[in-house]
């Protein structure tokens, strides 16, 4: 079946630190890849998305680029600050399914 | 505006108390489910519709119930709570097709004692 896997958290960083939170997906076929974010007291929302490999999602200065060869979905920004501080969902979504598949979910705490 | 609300937001209750959580969406999604947050586990699925008067569990259904009797709503339904489905709750909602993400809810917070 499908799975995603997330580094657990928490990750703790400074203001203007570089972000990487790790995603691998085993999965059938070529399924789209997502990244939620999840600010305190709200539900989810959409950060970044790609649909085939290579390609590259990009939002609010996060990336996250699509890697069939290691199947990853790796997300970066190279300056995070402290309205940052969320949790974060990576997910997959198979094109022979319709449930997604989710990630754990990272904590990120950014400090001033 | 395009949203998914959910009501209501908190909820306390006994164990044994009927109880129903709604959820609407306005974007004409075909595809509905609802999951459930808890701390170390993730969001888990409890049930999903893929369009009218089609549901299907999810991983986690005990003790859960739903219907989808029109396109905009699906509320879930505890017919006898109980202390272990103390939780935080989120209804979703998207178009058919692999390449749409989730628009979710705000949330339901729910005590069950």
């Known amino acids: 079946g499908n799975s995603v896997t997330q580094m657990e958290g928490p990750v703790t960083l400074s203001e203007e630190a570089f972000l990487t939170i790790n995603c691998t997906y085993t999965a059938t076929g070529y399924p789209s890849l997502f990244w939620y974010v999840q600010y305190p007291g709200e539900g989810l929302q959409l950060l970044l998305k790609?649909?085939?490999?290579?390609d590259k999602g990009s939002n609010k200065g996060f990336e996250a680029t699509y890697r069939k060869e290691t199947t990853s979905f790796h997300l970066e920004k190279g300056s995070v600050q402290v309205s940052d501080s969320a949790v974060y969902f990576c997910?997959?979504?198979?094109?022979?399914?319709?449930?997604?598949?989710f990630g754990r979910g990272t904590s990120l705490i950014v400090h001033p | 505006e395009a949203q998914v609300t959910q009501n209501p937001r908190y909820l306390i209750t006994v164990t044994g108390k009927k109880l129903t959580v709604t959820c609407s969406q306005n974007m004409n999604h075909e595809y509905m489910s609802w999951y459930r947050q808890d701390p170390g586990l993730g969001l888990r699925q409890i049930y999903y519709?893929?369009?009218?008067?089609?549901?299907d569990k999810g991983d986690v259904p005990e003790g859960y119930k739903v219907s989808r009797k029109e396109k905009r709503n699906f509320p879930l339904i505890l017919e006898s709570p109980s202390p272990n489905q103390t939780s935080l709750y989120f209804c979703?909602?998207?178009?058919?097709?692999?390449?749409?993400?989730?628009?979710f809810g705000p949330g339901t917070r729910l005590t069950v004692t």
């Open positions: 979703a909602s998207r178009r058919q097709g692999p390449a749409y993400e989730q628009y």
């Open positions: 997910a997959l979504l198979s094109g022979g399914s319709y449930i997604p598949t």
């Open positions: 790609a649909t085939k490999a290579d």
């Open positions: 519709s893929m369009n009218v008067e089609v549901t």
